[in-house]
Every structure is written in structure tokens, then in C-alpha cells.
């Protein structure tokens, strides 16, 4: 059986507790044509899970979808349940363009604001939340930062905060939009290494949109590979194949083109070699990771 | 209220004008920041040239120059012309600068036709009505202050009640929105705040010039800001001494108050663009270099390989 065809089993996957994240036939438009057609997949929980795939894959449209973020037909599960009922167990953390640049916030409000769901909108903040965001930012590596404004920041540290935020949380699920754009290698191991534990040893699940496919092999537990409907979804040696990757880079994106609606540079090319590929694009992310300024 | 018009050393009729337009800017100032840094300013400019219809329909029904009804009506279209914006960009798919340019002119030229119907319909009372183009902040009267202030104060409680989610919104949409803020609950709330601060200046910086108050001070105290309560609040300061400062400056040089309002608030803006100590044009040109060095040199990132700090333009 290939994987192919194991990843799209017949009928809906039943939405049960042990998944972090599960779709059934979704579909996505923007425009004329569609972004995600038909998209099945089932995500376990307490993975590290990596959704890769071309540029115009619909990678990004998914994870929104998925958030309620731009609107779907088909069905999703988050945490086994609606979202609706597990919003407050869900963090987000959008691409770095998706957030409004030069805006007057320090880091610590930033992390702050992973607070605001738990205690409520317009209550007052306690003890425990300020300790929250010190434990966040010291374990992110940024408590330095704290009261530095965000856009005096590199790519690297704005990451490392977008992340606090997210353990401020105290999700059970953090769903991450290409974490590490912008970000150099050494940020990267290390904000890795975090989110491992966050799976391995406290149970916790991550869905991060990514495509250096070196890094998905050697550090992921779960990948899904996404060109406009699922070509495979389970563990990354058998997702990436060569000649799966072949038939997603190679042929992509299916349905005509179709541009990655947030019009980040994603993987252009080369099915010779697609480990090779992932490299390239992560270096071309990096040069255009200039702090924001 | 009065006791704060008779205090200022000003002849009665100067410090009822510049205690209204004071009370303008600062509403202004402090509402601004809620365009500008969802980069919404030229929003805020079609539901400003928007109240011109508003004003003359207000002035018609009530038949006489009653203020009230003509700002509800400048409300009402000003409303009428955010709903346009949003439904072409929502539905029509149109990129915003064409929904607002579509909006702005068509709204504006409709209040421009009513205005010239009603001048030349030979309606004694209408003469004036064009000051709500440029502005005129003389004739106004105690009451009027009064009604921008309560209004203009209910404005401000709101924007200090959800503070934090209009914070949220502004910087991570998509955050507020998977952590249960619904877009369009922000997207409202911020446009009827807008519309409020709008109405409230048209008749004394005028329907043309008003978005002006909106941008220039939130633009002077970004630069001098680093937390959005400080700007917010370094923004109203700066939007209320330019209104009073304007109006009474207007009224004593014989000009129309709304430019000259505008003119100090975007001097102010301008002065802070170029000599803001960390984040002028200035203090930019001089050090490029130390910028560069103490950002890949800080904690938390220290030993990483300078990657990042070389990529900055």
C-alpha cells in the first residue's frame, strides 16, 4: 500500500482525543480557482507535525482554515473537538507579515497578550500571569528582552517572543505559520529543541507550517505533504519520498497557479534534489529576514 | 465646563472656541492611532469626505442649522460610505485604495451637489453650510462644547475599556481572531469610534482636512513612543494643543481655522519625523552603524552569527 493511498483512507476519519488536528474533504477558494480541494488528513496528538509543500500548496490556507481564520467547506477537528469549544486550548502564532510591523509593543506585552483568553478580556492581570509571561520569556530565551520595543528586534528574537506568547498560553495545541522565517540556524535548533519538549514531555501537540524538508526528516515526528489536497500524511521518512516529493514539487502546484495567498517565497524548484532544495530556500528566507524596521 | 472657558485669559467668545476645538483634537488624537496603525488612514479619509452629504441632509430635515441632526446625519453617511469601503473590498474583491477612491469621490460629490442645490434654491438659512468644507470653529457656542465633550468622552471610555482588545486587533488580527475576537466586532467597533471622532471635528476642521487630525498626531507620537498608551496618549496631547492653539490663531490672523489647525498638528508630525531622538530621520542618518552593532550583539541572540545584523538595509 503507498502511502498515497493510506493517507487518504475511505470515508471520514472519525474526530477522536488522541488527534491534534484532523480535516475531512476541505475545500478552500480564493478567487477563481481552488486552494485546498478535498484535503483529508488526521494529525496525531503529542507530535511535533510539520505541513510541507510547495509554494501555492495551500500550507498557510490550511492552518487558517483550520483556525477559522478564511472560510471552509469540509470539516475540521481541533484537540478532537470543534474549535469552538477548544479555542482556548489553541495558540496561533501567523506568519511574520501577517502581524502589523512597526507597532509601538515591547516584548513583554507581547508575550502579555498570551494571557488575555485565560483571564478575560477586560479583567485585571495577577501574579500568575506576570509569572507566566517572566517563565515564557526566560524559556524562549528572551527575558532580556522584556521591555525592548518589538521592532528594535531581530527576526531571530521577534520569533523567540511570538513563541513566549504561545507558551503563555498554556495551549495544548500551538499552530505555527512558518516559525522559522527570518530566523538564523542557531535560533532555529533552538526554538526546535523547545517545541520537542513541548510535545515529548509535556504532551502537548504542534502543527507548524514549514518547508525546509532537511529539518522535517531529522527533527519532526509527523508530516503532512500539501499540493492543493494531502499526497501523504504520517511519518516524515515515509511522507518524504522522493517520489512523492517528485509528484508535489515537481508537478506543482496542481490546478493551475495558484499563488500562496500570503505571497511568501516558498520553495521554487529542483525535484533532482528536494533536501537540497529545502536548504536553498532556507537561506533565501534568512536574507530576507531583516529585522523589521 | 464653563468654569474651564472662564478660567482661560481669553476673551468669552475666543476660549469657548478653543476649549471646542481643544476637546476636537484630543478626541482626534487619541482615536487616530485606531486607523493609523491598522494603516486605515485613508478609511477614515472617505468617511470624513463622507459626512458632506450627511450635513446638508441633517440641515434639511431639520430645516434650520440644528447641530445635532446635521453631525447624525454626517454620522449616518459617514457610516454608510465605511460600509461601501468594506463591502467592495469584502465583496466586489477591490484592492482598498480603489474601494476608497471609488467612495470618497462619490460621497464627496454628492455632498458638493446637495451643498450647490441648496445654495442656489435660495433657502435664507443655508449660508454657512460650506464651512463644514473647510471648517469654521466661529459660532460656536457653550452647548456645542458641551456636546463634543460628552460625546467625544464617551469615545474615549470605550477605546480605555477595550484597550486591550483593540491592542490585540490592531497588531495580530489573526491572533485576536483564533483567541475569540471576532474581526468584524473589531472592525465595527473601531469605525464607529472613527466616525464619532470624525463627526465631531467636521464642522471645525471641515470634512476635507479632518483625517489630517486623525493621522498627524498619531504620526508625531509614534515617533517619540515606544507602548501604544503612551501614544495614544502623547497623540491626544498633541491633537488637542494643536486644536485650540489653531483656533484660536485662525481667529485672530483672519483665517479658516481648519487648515491652520491641521498645518500646526502636521508641523508637529514633521518636527518629530526628523529629530525624534531614537527614531528620527535624523538620529537614523547619524547612527547606522551602532544600530546595527547593539542589535546583533544582544542578548539572546549573543554568539549567533551576525546573519541578521548584516541584512538590515
Known sequence: ?293 | MNWLITSLPLPYPEAVVAVGAAAIGLVAGALGPLAVLRGRSMFGDAMSHGTLPGVVLGFVVAGTKHLPLMLLGAGLTAALAALAVIGLERCAGSRPDVAIGVVLSAAFTTGIVLLTALASSGNAGQSGLADYLFGQPAGMVERDVLLTAVVGACALLAVTACFRVLRTAAFDPGFAAVAGVPRWAVEAASTVLLAVAIVLGVRTVGAVLMVALLVAPAVAARQLTTRLGGLVTLSALVGGTSGAAGAVLAGRAELPAGPVIVLLATSVAVLAVLFAPRRGVLARVRRPVAAAESRSSAPGEAGAPPREASGAR
Open chain 1, 1 to 293: 500500500m503507498s502511502p498515497l493511498e493510506r493517507a487518504v483512507p475511505n470515508g471520514a476519519p472519525v474526530p477522536s482525543p488522541g488527534t491534534a488536528l484532523t480535516a475531512t474533504d476541505v475545500r478552500v477558494g480564493y478567487g477563481g480557482g481552488l486552494v485546498l480541494d478535498g484535503v483529508t488528513l488526521r494529525v496525531p496528538a503529542g507530535r511535533l507535525a510539520a505541513v510541507v509543500g510547495p509554494n501555492g500548496a495551500g500550507k498557510s490556507t490550511l492552518v487558517k482554515a483550520a483556525l477559522g481564520l478564511v472560510r471552509s467547506s469540509g470539516r475540521f477537528t481541533l484537540l478532537g473537538d470543534t474549535l469552538r469549544a477548544v479555542r482556548r486550548r489553541v495558540a496561533y502564532v501567523p506568519q511574520r507579515d501577517a502581524v502589523t510591523r512597526d507597532f509601538p509593543i515591547t516584548a513583554a506585552q507581547v508575550v502579555e497578550m498570551g494571557r488575555y483568553p485565560r483571564r478575560g478580556w477586560f479583567r485585571r492581570l495577577t501574579e500568575e500571569d506576570d509569572l507566566a509571561v517572566e517563565a515564557a520569556l526566560r524559556r524562549t530565551g528572551v527575558v532580556d528582552l522584556a521591555d525592548r520595543p518589538l521592532d528594535e528586534l531581530s527576526g531571530g528574537q521577534r520569533q523567540r517572543v511570538f513563541l513566549a506568547r504561545a507558551l503563555a498560553q498554556q495551549a495544548d495545541l500551538l499552530v505555527l505559520d512558518e516559525p522559522f522565517a527570518g530566523v538564523d540556524a542557531r535560533t532555529e535548533a533552538a526554538l526546535l529543541d523547545l517545541l520537542t519538549e513541548l510535545c515529548r514531555d509535556e504532551a502537548r501537540s504542534v502543527v507548524a507550517v514549514h518547508h525546509d524538508l532537511r529539518t522535517v526528516r531529522e527533527r519532526f515526528d509527523h508530516a503532512v505533504l500539501l499540493a492543493g489536497r494531502v499526497l501523504a500524511d504520517g511519518p516524515p521518512a515515509e511522507v518524504l519520498r522522493p517520489e512523492l516529493l517528485e509528484h508535489a514539487y515537481g508537478l506543482a502546484p496542481l490546478r493551475g497557479a495558484v499563488d500562496e495567498p500570503d505571497g511568501r517565497v516558498g520553495l521554487t524548484v529542483s525535484t533532482a534534489s528536494p533536501p537540497e532544495t529545502g536548504a536553498a530556500d532556507r537561506t533565501a528566507a534568512s536574507a530576507d529576514g531583516s529585522p523589521d524596521r
